[in-house]
């Protein structure tokens, strides 16, 4: 039995090494691109915890915030400076 010669083309292989070659560059794009969503996803977490720490504090600061305006407070205070509350100078404007 004679063996039959394969014979390939110019264009055939540059057919297969372009094929090689996007193979290649699409692997290592994928891995780029999944490398870059993974950093963007820990900057998200990051971000998420700022915000979160943020609101706390916010909230926290709303609390001090009603604490020192309420009745109480403004009395003690106005009391300590010798201020008094004094009905008979309030005046109610109607339309």
Do not use: C, H, P
């Amino acid at each position: 039995m004679a063996r039959k010669r394969v014979i390939t083309l110019k264009g055939e292989k540059v057919l297969y090494v372009l094929i090689g070659l996007l193979i290649v560059l699409n692997v290592l794009g994928q891995s780029f691109s999944m490398a870059l969503l993974s950093k963007t996803n820990i900057e998200v977490e990051s971000m998420r915890t700022k915000i979160e720490k943020q609101e706390n504090l916010n909230a926290s600061l709303e609390m001090k915030i009603n604490e020192l305006a309420s009745l109480d407070n403004i009395q003690s205070v106005a009391y300590a400076y010798g201020l008094e509350y004094n009905n008979d100078n309030i005046r109610v404007i109607e339309e």
